[in-house]
Structure formats: C-alpha cells, structure tokens
C-alpha cells in the first residue's frame, strides 16, 4: 500500500525515525488474544537464556505466534451494497445450504461461501457488512477437520446474524477445525459494527461460512484465495 503524502509543517523523520515508520508499516500489530501465548515462550526464552537450544526453540515458539495472532490492517471497498470476506483464507465452497437452525432462520438453502483458514492464514474475523447484529449463537460440537463439507453442520461454531440498514440479513458463521479449540466473538447482540470491523478470532484453523439472501449471486469461485475485510464476496440486491 503506498505510503500518504507528508503533510506541509511534518518534522522530516530521517535515520531511526523513519526506520521505525516503515517497521510499523511492514509488521501487523499483534491481537490482544495473541499476547498470552507470546509472553509465555518469550519468559521461557529469559529463563533459559544460558541453554542456547531452551532460548532459541523458545523464540522461535513466540515468533510463530505473533505470526499466528497477527492483526494487519485492511481497507474494505466503500461501495454500497457490498459483502467482502469475513476471513483471510481459500474458498472451499460455494453453494446454497440452509442457515444453522439455532438462528431459527427457515428451512429455505440460501447461497452460501465457506472460506477455510489453515494455521498460516490471518485468523482474526471481521464484518461482512455494516449493520446491527440481531442475534448470536454459539453450539457445541465435534472438531472435525473444517476444510471437510460437513464441518459446517456438525463442528463447533459460533454464529451472527447481521442487518443492514436496508433490511438485508447477512449471516457469519465462525466454525472451529481440527485443531482448533476455542472461538472468540467480541460482538454482542445490539452492537452496530462496520464493514471491515474485527470482531473475532479462532485458534488454531478453522472456517467461516457467510450466508447470504436469496436471489444474491456469489463473485467468487472454489479454490479462490481471499483478504478478509477486502475480497468481495457478493454484491446484495438493491
């Protein structure tokens, strides 16, 4: 992304100042939810500095995650009407299936894109959509590996539904993997978020399902690699 202009009167940063610019402009910040789990190797790392193998398996432990609970920023199109990806990731599905049932949203299959996270990928979750949320549910449910089709029914997942201003609902579906084992969702039912908007997190792979309404033609195919927060998935009726 290219860098904004100077604005006239900015002290120029030269030497360690604009070293440490482009640093912060190169490296995502790190999820709150990440902090733990990097802390943790990093004391190890002190207390065993004098061990050269304890202290380098150590660094190495809190580098992979920081990489892990890494929190880029990202720029959703300002375009009205459309729903970018939930998740960084591969689309694994595109199709019609009906909503969870804990939503008590029908019977009816509407289109729906599966998006699965492997360890690699940025795995906070942002907004589909601007909009209010009207209602979340969590379930408890089996750990099958989430690029399988049935994950979506019968392994643990956390679901929001989302309304837009125009009446629209938009359905997100966090759903936990093989090794995944907790899910976190910092929305609340009430809450107005914004398109981009981080609201979640799962840890360690896993997939996220975002349902559409009927009638809305998906923009992406199978195998299709998306940017959270960027990607659009879909453009809904007007």
Known sequence: MARRPTPPGTPDRTGVGHLADLVRDAVPPLHPAGLPFVAAPLAVAVLG?????????ALTAA????????????????????????ADGQVALVDTAVPPAELNLGD??????????????????RTPVSGTVREIAYRRGQFR???????SAVNERNSMILETA??????????????A?????????GDALTIGDTYGLIRFGSRVDTYFPAGTRPLVEPGQRTTGGETVLAELLS
Do not use: M, Y
Request: charged share 20%; proline share 9%.
């Open 181 to 189: 084992r907790r899910i976190v969702c910092e929305a609340k039912t």
């Open 108 to 125: 009816v299959a509407v289109p729906r894109v599966s998006i699965f996270l492997s360890v690699l990928d940025v795995h906070v979750q």
């Open 63 to 86: 580098a992979a995650c920081a990489a892990f609970f890494r929190h880029p920023h990202r720029v959703p199109p300002n375009r009205p009407g459309v729903v970018v990806a939930p």
């Open 145 to 151: 590996s989430a690029d399988l089709p049935e994950a």
């Open 49 to 57: 500095r004098r061990r050269t193998w304890v202290r380098r398996a």
């Open 166 to 179: 125009s009446g629209q609902l938009i359905t997100v579906v966090q759903i936990a993997g093989l090794l």
